[in-house]
């Protein structure tokens, strides 16, 4: 495994584990087994880490969801449960709310975080074009929402009862969309 990858993952561990506050270079560093200076020469800052890190979970559930997509397998409840299952994922929702607070400091951070969620938007457009036909940008803007807001809240309580309610309210959500073509 290339050392860029060992420190990305040791990286998300981290972040299910401990949380963004616990995200620091020298503990991701020894997670992943390498010196310090190497995780600054892949990751000068823990901003861009964290960022690298959004990228990879992004482009992990994009990939998985464009295959289902493709093989026909992606209709809106299929699309609501692989979304239900994401927003689970302590990793991906403690590595948001770490960029956007740190988006709320640092106005370079903000473009990127921007530039990200453009694109995070045109990947799931692009999901959705391949899975049911194209969608209008305020439909997207509306499940891109509702999957982060979801994630969020299930996040904060992160019990069964939460995970229930995220399924629901996605599946609804989804089946909204879909029901005025809007995916």
């Known amino acids: ?15 299910a584990q401990s949380g963004a506050q616990e995200l620091t270079q020298p503990r991701v560093a020894r997670a992943a087994g390498v010196r310090q200076s190497h995780l600054t020469y892949y990751f000068p800052t823990r901003d ?9 979970s992004i482009d992990a559930l994009a990939v998985s969801l464009l295959h289902a997509a493709q093989r026909g397998r992606l209709g809106p409840d299929a699309l609501a449960r692989a979304l239900a299952r994401a927003i689970t994922d302590k990793r991906r929702t403690r590595t948001l709310l770490a960029l956007v607070g740190t988006a709320d ?15 995070v938007r045109a990947r799931l457009a692009f999901v959705i074009a391949t899975a049911e036909g194209p969608a209008d940008p305020d439909s997207i803007a509306f499940l891109h929402n509702l999957v982060v807001g979801a994630a969020v809240l299930h996040l904060a ?20 969309l879909a029901a005025r073509k809007g995916i």
């Not at 400091?105 to 694109?119: G, H, K, Q, W």
Request: proline letters at 2%; hydrophobic letters at 45%; a positive charge.
């Open 157 to 176: 309580r992160d019990t069964s009862a939460a995970r229930r309610e995220a399924r629901a309210v996605l599946r609804k959500g989804v089946a909204a």
């Open 105 to 119: 400091r640092d106005p370079a951070v903000r473009r990127r975080l921007s530039r990200f969620i453009r694109e």
């Open 1 to 15: 495994m290339e050392v860029r990858d060992r420190i990305l993952g040791a990286a998300l561990n981290l972040l």
């Open 48 to 56: 861009e880490l964290l960022q690298a890190v959004a990228y990879r």
